[in-house]
Structure formats: structure tokens, C-alpha cells
């Protein structure tokens, strides 16, 4: 069994409305983007998507597990999700260790995106008619391998990088993220 490192526990809206008062959206930063990455999903689920430099070009397929047709050769966004987060936290174990004028051989980050039911019976409104949500919430575990280093010395640029990444930062105190040291 591997030890997990950080277990954060994702906060679930009781209602989602602009209008809400008891969830206020955070006041935005001050913002300079850099770079923006635009894809084009068709069909949903069972779709397409594509990016807008044509590099990315996916079929999408929902998997069996799920209930779909699970078709060869097609992705879903629980893998396209999962090989994000896996590159960005590796980055930004780089960058930390960087800072601190340390050297890493290579970074393998591997991540899991579960797709998963919750129990919870919140709403969300629409013209002023209120539907059920429809229960469903992502969860992530990220291994982390850093050749040549010791657990402790692994464990806090973990640690130190899940602080800095914009996918932890994205996805904190939303879903469970776990991280482990293997």
C-alpha cells in the first residue's frame, strides 16, 4: 500500500448560482496570461475534440466502466484531464526543486482521474425551475517517482510543488487530490 503524502478533500456547493449569496465566487488577482490553449469538443462524451493548432485530434469514447462503448483507440476526458496534471505537477516539481538549486534526473508523475457517484442532493436552477444535480465528482491520486532522491527529500518537493501548480491550486478544496511518494 502506498502512503499518501496529502489528502485534500474536495468542498461541494449546495447550490450553483451566480446569485448565491452564501458562495461567493473569490475576488479574481491581478492576472497576466501567457498563454491560453483552446480545443474543441464535439458530440460530448461520445465526440471529438480537437485543438486549435490541430496537434491534439481525439475521438472520445465514454469507457465501459461507465456504461459506454468503450471504443478502441478513443480517450475520454478523465485521460486527457489525468495527462495535464500529470506534465504541469512535474513541471512544477522541477521549478521547486530549481529554486533550490537542486538537481532531479527524471520526474514521472503518474495521474489517476476517477470519475465517481456522490451521495449528495444538491440542486442548481434554471429559469427559475430547480433540477437535481447529477452526482457526480472527479477524484485524483498523482504518484510521483523522483529517481535518486530520498522519501523525505521527495516528500517535501511534493509537497512544495502541489503549493505552486496550477492544477492543485485550480482543483483545491473542489475535489479529493492525493499524493503519494513511490
Not at 172 to 177: D, F, G, H, P, S
Request: with cysteine; net charge neutral; hydrophobic share 35%.
Amino acid at each position: 500500500m502506498q502512503e499518501i503524502l496529502r489528502y485534500s478533500e474536495g468542498l461541494t456547493d449546495q447550490r450553483i448560482s451566480d446569485r448565491d449569496e452564501k458562495h461567493q465566487p473569490k475576488k479574481p488577482m491581478a492576472y497576466q496570461p501567457l498563454y491560453t490553449a483552446v480545443a474543441t469538443a464535439t458530440g460530448g462524451r461520445d465526440g471529438h475534440v480537437e485543438s486549435s493548432d490541430g496537434i491534439v485530434k481525439l475521438n472520445l469514447s465514454v469507457p465501459r466502466e461507465m456504461g459506454g462503448p468503450g471504443k478502441p483507440g478513443a480517450s475520454n476526458p478523465e485521460q486527457l484531464f489525468a495527462s495535464g496534471y500529470s506534465a504541469c505537477f512535474a513541471g512544477a516539481i522541477g521549478f521547486v526543486a530549481n529554486q533550490q538549486h537542486k538537481k532531479l534526473s527524471d520526474i514521472q508523475v503518474t495521474g489517476h482521474v476517477t470519475f465517481g457517484k456522490v451521495e449528495e442532493k444538491s440542486t442548481y436552477n434554471a429559469g427559475g425551475t430547480t433540477y437535481p444535480l447529477p452526482g457526480f465528482q472527479l477524484a485524483v491520486r498523482l504518484d510521483v517517482h523522483l529517481p535518486g532522491v530520498d522519501k523525505a527529500e521527495a516528500e517535501k518537493l511534493v509537497e512544495q510543488a502541489h503549493q505552486v501548480c496550477p492544477y492543485s491550486r485550480a482543483t483545491r478544496n473542489n475535489i479529493e487530490v492525493k499524493l503519494a511518494v513511490v
